[in-house]
């Protein structure tokens, strides 16, 4: 899996500590956003629906994680899966070992 667009992804990933693949309007995009909040984590969104590009990019995230969906929620080059994944981490305590 390799084309220029794989080679942005691979790069807007490594871009923060935290990185959100996100469409405006999706309320597990909300909800993964509100976790890093609340972990006063700061965090750089991607929102697919706002890029003539984010469906493509979509499914290039599909492809590097066998989900299609968004979310898509990485720290650290990490992909720590969407929205219920990440609150789940959160609820349990464990999201905070990502930074240590």
Do not use: H, W
């Not at 909040?37 to 984010?54: A, Q, S, Y």
């Not at 720290?75 to 789940?88: E, I, P, T, Y």
Request: net charge positive; charged share 30%; aromatic share 8%.
């Amino acid at each position: 899996m390799s084309s220029p667009k794989v080679e942005v992804v691979k790069d807007l990933i490594k871009s923060d500590t935290v990185v959100i693949f996100s469409k405006s309007y999706c309320p597990y995009c909300k909800l993964a956003k509100e976790v890093f909040n609340n972990l006063k984590k700061t965090f750089t969104t991607i929102e697919l629906d706002k890029r003539d590009d984010g469906e493509e990019i979509q499914g290039i995230l599909g492809e590097m994680t066998g989900a299609k969906t968004v979310p898509r929620v990485f720290v650290k080059g990490q992909c720590l899966g969407g929205g219920s994944d990440v609150k789940a981490l959160y609820d349990k305590g464990e999201l905070q070992k990502y930074f240590d």
